[in-house]
C-alpha cells in the first residue's frame, strides 16, 4: 500500500518545494498558481479518488450478486484515473480491487491479459475487457442489477 502514495507524496512536495523557491524569489503570483496545481495533481494520483476498493474474492462474490461490473485498477494509472473520471458518480456502482493491495486481483487480472498487470480490466458477466472505453462502462453499469 505503500508504493501507492508514492507518487502524490513526490507531486505534493516538489510543487511545494518549487512554489517556496518562488516565493523567496518574489515571485508570489506564480508561486499561488503552481502550488494548488501541483496538490491537484496529487489528489488525482492518489487511491482517494477512487471508491474504497474490495478484495478480488469479495468483488466476485458481490458481481455474481448484483450483475454490477468489477474493476480492477492500482494507483497513478493514468488510463485508471480517466475511467474513474469519466465514470464520475456512477464508478460507485462498480466493485473496484486495487491490485497492489490484493494478490488475487492481481492474478486476475495477469489471468486476463497474457500474465501482463494491464489495467483497468473491467470484468462484466465473468467476461474481462481491458482498459475499455468509460462510455461503454458506463453502459454496462446502467444495464446492471438494482442501483442504489
Not at 478480488?56 to 480492477?72: C, I, T, W
Request: net charge positive; aromatic share 6%.
Amino acid at each position: 500500500m505503500m508504493r501507492a502514495w508514492v507518487p502524490p507524496t513526490l507531486l505534493a512536495l516538489c510543487g511545494s518545494v518549487l512554489a517556496t523557491g518562488l516565493f523567496l524569489k518574489g515571485d508570489t503570483g506564480t508561486a499561488a498558481v503552481l502550488l494548488p496545481a501541483f496538490l491537484a495533481l496529487s489528489a488525482v494520483n492518489s487511491p482517494l479518488i477512487f471508491p474504497r476498493s474490495i478484495g478480488a474474492r469479495e468483488a466476485q462474490r458481490r458481481s455474481l450478486a448484483d450483475g454490477r461490473p468489477v474493476v480492477y485498477w492500482r494507483p497513478g494509472c493514468t488510463y485508471c484515473i480517466r475511467l474513474r473520471v469519466r465514470l464520475g458518480r456512477d464508478a460507485r456502482r462498480s466493485h473496484w480491487v486495487d491490485i497492489w493491495r490484493d494478490p488475487d486481483g492481481a492474478a486476475a487480472v495477469r489471468a486476463a491479459n497474457d500474465g501482463n498487470e494491464t489495467v483497468p480490466t473491467v470484468v462484466v458477466s465473468g467476461r474481462p475487457h481491458t482498459n475499455p472505453d468509460p462510455a461503454w462502462v458506463r453502459a454496462q453499469i446502467s444495464g446492471s442489477g438494482p442501483q442504489q
